[in-house]
């Protein structure tokens, strides 16, 4: 299913690309450029070369999980259904507490509360909250714990390799100034010091740029599941609501529906929704939870027989 959604999607093959270039790169310039250098007499360089290649290995560990996983497709039917007389067979559906099921024209099939259709998938998402490029993948219910992962390592990636090059940057200068100026002078017109330089920089730029867009999404995604509303359905309320403001302004037009409400929960119990039951430390690890009983929400159509 990957392999399909690759082919469809070129811009998330070079999403994919990057990531793993950029990954690569990180690991090359900190083993290479920061660590060799500059702790290669102490017991630092083998324990900062673990320390960040164990982070990085966790990151893709969660990254390959988030773009392999089901992010929980809605199955399409086998056979053809006949959406005729669907006023009728919504009822018939309530009656058999399948309230919440709407029907996806694109897939032609019944979908469950809360699922939405993805264009670039092109298949309805149970709990969808966008698609996401960086995974080439829909970040759902079932793969959300993976995603929100992979940001938290990248983030923390990004910040260990930004005090590693800033220290090992003002260690090089403090060396250099220390130094015998013979040894400056030729150290200067070395080529590999303008590359070590320039590796800084790009690194440097890299970690920042990263750092930032990931704690901005870290931080959303974390209200999303708090406040329990995905981004699209944060935009369907703020959109009736406003439907509702003008309309109450005009007496002569219809009521407006009120938007969906879902049971309040407290905060952890949502939290444990996505990243599990278990102890918060498996939280971090990119380990397979099954989805809780609220959350298991049939695969298959409520067919009207
Ligand atoms: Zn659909
Ligand atoms: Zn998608």
Same mark, same amino acid.
């Given at each position: 299913?990957?392999?399909?959604?690759?082919?469809?999607?070129?811009?998330?093959?070079?999403?994919?690309?990057?990531?793993?270039?950029?990954?690569?790169?990180?690991?090359?310039?900190?083993?290479?450029?920061?660590?060799?250098?500059?702790?290669?007499?102490?017991?630092?360089?083998?324990?900062?070369?673990?320390?960040?290649?164990?982070?990085?290995?966790?990151?893709?560990?969660?990254?390959?999980?988030?773009?392999?996983?089901?992010?929980?497709?809605?199955?399409?039917?086998?056979?053809?259904?006949?959406?005729?007389?669907?006023?009728?067979?919504?009822?018939?559906?309530?009656?058999?507490?399948?309230?919440?099921?709407?029907?996806?024209?694109?897939?032609?099939?019944?979908?469950?509360?809360?699922?939405?259709?993805?264009?670039?998938?092109?298949?309805?998402?149970?709990?969808?909250?966008?698609?996401?490029?960086?995974?080439?993948?829909?970040?759902?219910?079932?793969?959300?714990?993976?995603?929100?992962?992979?940001? #938290?390592?990248? *983030?923390?990636?990004?910040?260990?390799? &930004?005090? $590693?090059?800033? /220290?090992?940057?003002?260690? =090089?200068?403090?060396?250099?100034?220390?130094?015998?100026?013979?040894?400056?002078?030729?150290?200067?017109?070395?080529?590999?010091?303008?590359?070590?330089?320039?590796?800084?920089?790009?690194?440097?730029?890299?970690?920042?740029?990263?750092?930032?867009?990931?704690?901005?999404?870290?931080?959303?995604?974390?209200?999303?599941?708090?406040?329990?509303?995905?981004?699209?359905?944060?935009?369907?309320?703020?959109?009736?609501?406003?439907?509702?403001?003008?309309?109450?302004?005009?007496?002569?037009?219809?009521?407006?529906?009120?938007?969906?409400?879902?049971?309040?929960?407290?905060?952890?119990?949502?939290?444990?929704?996505? #990243?599990?039951? *278990?102890?918060?430390?498996?939280?971090? &690890?990119? $380990?397979?939870? /099954?989805?809780?009983?609220? =959350?298991?929400?049939?695969?298959?159509?409520?067919?009207?027989?």
């Amino acid at each position: 299913m990957a392999f399909v959604r690759c082919r469809r999607d070129p811009c998330g093959v070079i999403c994919l690309v990057l990531t793993y270039f950029s990954v690569f790169y990180a690991d090359y310039v900190v083993v290479q450029y920061v660590l060799i250098p500059a702790y290669s007499d102490s017991v630092w360089c083998s324990l900062h070369g673990s320390v960040f290649n164990l982070i990085l290995l966790l990151l893709l560990a969660c990254h390959a999980k988030a773009v392999c996983s089901d992010p929980g497709m809605v199955p399409l039917p086998e056979t053809a259904m006949d959406f005729s007389d669907l006023r009728s067979q919504s009822t018939r559906m309530n009656e058999r507490g399948c309230e919440g099921w709407t029907v996806c024209s694109r897939c032609e099939t019944y979908r469950p509360p809360r699922a939405h259709h993805c264009r670039v998938c092109q298949r309805c998402v149970r709990r969808m909250d966008h698609h996401c490029p960086w995974i080439n993948n829909c970040v759902g219910e079932l793969n959300q714990k993976y995603f929100i992962q992979f940001l #938290f390592y990248t *983030g923390v990636a990004s910040l260990y390799s &930004l005090v $590693l090059v800033v /220290s090992s940057w003002v260690w =090089r200068i403090r060396n250099e100034r220390g130094g015998d100026a013979g040894r400056e002078a030729e150290e200067e017109e070395s080529p590999s010091k303008h590359l070590i330089v320039g590796h800084y920089i790009i690194l440097l730029v890299e970690s920042v740029l990263f750092g930032v867009f990931v704690v901005v999404i870290f931080y959303d995604q974390l209200v999303s599941i708090v406040t329990d509303e995905t981004p699209i359905e944060q935009m369907k309320n703020r959109l009736m609501k406003k439907d509702r403001g003008s309309s109450s302004s005009s007496p002569s037009s219809p009521q407006m529906p009120h938007p969906p409400t879902h049971t309040r929960k407290p905060k952890l119990a949502l939290l444990r929704e996505v #990243f599990g039951r *278990g102890s918060v430390f498996f939280w971090l &690890l990119p $380990l397979h939870s /099954s989805p809780p009983a609220a =959350r298991r929400t049939s695969h298959t159509s409520p067919l009207p027989e």
